[in-house]
């Protein structure tokens, strides 16, 4: 038999991943929402409170809920610190309440003199409550049984009683047969770069000054103002590991390189050492610590990449022979998805008898750079590496230091990705890449919202990446630049480029079906000529600039599609959740011709009316538009600016009668 | 460390109602679909199985799932019996079609003499599964691998070879880091009854052949052939049980009763007994036997009330003061919900601190009933007894009787509604009695549907009930009768009414803002004119008929909604799952005047091509129209049939090549 008094249900806890297997994620500083259904049988009228602490707390706080609806309650809580919370849902049936709520509806059909018995029954649970209470609060619940149960008082007087007696009451609710929700759910609260950040990644050694000579972390350092110019905040490396020199790749990913061939970053690993050493070529950790420390003076954090895979010299293929899979001819099994091959790269092989070694190693690993101040890793490839793994790493890794963000390279199918996120990663690439119409677009950002993946799922958009150059900004000319650039840096709150490849519009493809830059940094050294006229340097910088003055575009909360008459044309908002920063961006989906319509803005989900006037400022061009109701007219030139971003300034009355703007 | 080794993940199992909390429902007979996500990381090919069992069993059956895209798996299996099945979901690496992939992507593009290591890892692969195999397998398991093996052997041979052995090797797949999915979901199989009913509800006492007299059971056996022609299986009694005096309400629920008035059947137990005694006036236990034998014989199951409430007279007054709530003044809490007054009625109180005790005598009171032959029970207002408690007694009740079905008459909030069924209850009425429009009707199914309750809840649709007379039937006349049974009857596949009020049309409230009906059958004797020439018990028989010849009519399962270019009418079709029956419903839902217009069919939801011309068969007026394509005019007139309710026939060729219906 279950504990048969007790009659509330509390059921539907939102958030909850995969019934509380996995946590949610938010951003120090949220204001956490947490809903529930919470009823009981017949007309008892029920309260409910969230219960919420953060890790290493006994004791639980507690945050009020209020009803919305259909049964359903919503409250919320504030997340100070980074690191786990978790939070359930407990309902009771509210006694008072219920006896109130009757009440208001007896007194006026029924005889005042009738009712004696049920002021006494209100007097009553007053004094249950005044047992509990505090002794101060225990004397004026008993003041005001006194008053319910006195035959003398009038009917209004007691009505005034019960009426201000109800708030103090709500302390002292009869809990005895409350329902707590079956689970406790877990948070994870990241530091607010997991949540807003503008990644850019760059090749080291193609930071040389000079053409031709390999660059170095010092050359970095000389490349951080030009970076911190344009904005970003967080500098991804590739690999920085010595290089394998058995099957190294040539040029052009070609099979076998030639004697001054650099090789890829990510075929790790050389009689130089592993994945705890530096290039010696890039230079020592010291050179690397004080290009961590330097790039933090100009707001900047490097993120490392963690590609867990060796090259044929590795120092694991030879100490730890068993961490690989071995071909019936004796041979290491080197990485494919016939009909291509990867000679240079062994995968590691976790489904190895000694797997538990290798974690701990691969663990040691990310906490030796932590221990040197990276906090950032970029993870290569997370998919083709054991699930429960990386759960049990950045689990194990953020337990300590719940500031380290990981971001999942993992561009495959979504249930794949989608678990990854799940089980830790912090960031995630997306499908962006390959979303170019404004159905796309839509579709894919809609579908991230309703089926709740970006409780746990934080998209960070990149337009292209040293193995991705996007058929459009092949063909699209500097305009298709300006459009992904502003599209991810905008419905994004997290997104990045590869630069400079980026900002100088390179766009030569391998061959035309190919996404593979033609002669690919991954396999060769670059020189990239930064001051080209072309840039678009200075734009990513205002982009970034804006981005930074306007907390709208600083989370992904808060994304709403307007309508366009023109299918060419896309037009989203973000705004606070408080409305108090509102952002509409309208972007030319079409780099080669200007686009002219009307967009019809949802007007009741920016808080606006349809009758006032309000300006919408473009903080692209700084041009400003008056604008009033839902449709209102836009012509987008994709050779000059293919987008506004509108910042909605709305009228208010001050107190001398003339409009002003805020 | 979890299972390091283990890197299939098995998530989304559906059905799964609250994380697992509830069982889904089904009916004996049913292919139970069941579907997952299983996928891995990188390459590796996954297979899965439905691992099942009926209750009572200690070795999982299996049933093996197919991909359907997206990292989706689909199976199913079939439950033969009723009672409670358990359900899980296992996948696991499928070593050899992965590698038999891979193969297939090597041949052609690597020359033959490379592959020979490739070949050795097949032969690898199927050694190890003849190490598993029956002795024959294991035989011809080890031929292949040795063609494989052999140099000499050519490639097509090779290939041949591997293409032979897959669904061999399928019985002995390598599973030793196979992955469970984390909980066994649990079934209720009922019989075919809680799927397909049609029911009638009556009034014993009403059924006296003369004017004024007390009808008894034996009246009611007279009065089984009538409801047995119009094709109803299910006869619900309201309480049959002794009725108190003390504050028994008069006609048209007076405060005061009249000496002769009869009293409501709900306010339960006298001196004569309780809840397990018979009115006197009715007749005995052995009368109530003999009338569930014969109603047997004649294909109807008697279905009793279970309302668990008592007059002020009922022995439990007096034997368990305890189980009721007690007010200051000493007197026992009646039934209220202010303004409304019960005084006839007195609440068991379900928070007593001898709930154990009320809780077990209330089981005995329903296992009593069972053990006197009654198999259905209509529940009265569950929703104002605690949830906890029913899912004890209906799950203690159906762990001895599975082929008990419980009713719940539950018209309240819809969290509330949804968590009884969850909990238990084999049928529920629903908000389908105030469903009117076309907009109204598709809205609340489809919700239905979309929100997955159907999983559990199954909707009994009832017209009019003694407490309700809708709006729609006090003024649409015989017309609106038709419209709301049919439907009932087909959209529904479980549906009821009170008669003979409704087959009789009796349509007059108590007052106009009223659904309560004037001189209500609850507090007074009636006699109906059962041979009333406007009543429709002949139109019920020929719609009860339909439902009995059309298997797509007996299930819910099936059900999707065609457009019509007149939302006064509404057309939906229902369909067996192999769409072997196929039945459109177009029906107006004006009950005043001929509505015209153009329906819109979803023709690939009912497997018919846009070209062939095909048979819709009225089967209640028995017309048939030649039909073609999705849009097909219609003409319904309220004042003769409303209604079509369409067999569709496709046309075969024969082999006499003439066209042919079947």
Redesign the interface.
Known sequence: ???????V?V?GVRPEI????FPAKRIVGDIVSVEA?V?????DLVAAEILYRQSGEEVWRRSPMKPVG???WRGDFLVSEIGKYYYTVEGWIDRFETWRD??S??VG??PEDGLR?EY??GA?LIDAAARLASPEDSARLRDFARILREDAEEGGAKRAAFGEVATLLQRYADRR?AVRY?KELCLTVDREKAGFSAWYEMFPRSCAAEQGRYGTLRDCEARLPYVAAMGFDVLYLPPIHPIGHTSRKGKNNEVLAGPDDVGSPWAIGSEEGGHTSIDPKLGTLDDLCSFIAKAKAQGIEIALDLAFQCSPDHPYVREHPEWFRK???G?IQYA????KKYQDIFPLD????Q??EL?EELKRVVLFWVGHGVRIFRVDNP???????W??LIGGVKDRHPEVLFLAEAFT????MY?LAKVGFSQSYTYFTWRNTRAELMNYFQDLEKSGVREYFRPNLWSNTPDILPEFLQTGGRAAFMIRFILAATMGANYGIYGPAFELCENAAKHPASEEYLNSEKYELKRWNLENPWSLKDFIARVNRIRRGNRALQSDANLRFHGTDNPQVICFSKATIDLSDIVIVLCNLDPFHKQTGWIELDLASLGLDGRSTFQAHDLLSDGRFLWRGASNYFELTPESLPAHIMKVRKFVRTERDFDYYF
């Open positions: 038999m279950p504990e048969g008094q007790v009659r249900v059921e995969d019934c509380g297997a259904d009823f009981t049988d017949g007309h259909n049964d359903h009757a009440m509806r007896r059909s029924e018995t006494r029954i009553d047969f079956g071909r019936p001819d041979t494919e998805n016939p009909p976790f489904e190895t008898p797997w538990k974690w998919h083709t590496k054991a699930i429960p793994f759960e049990w199918r979504p249930k794949l678990r």
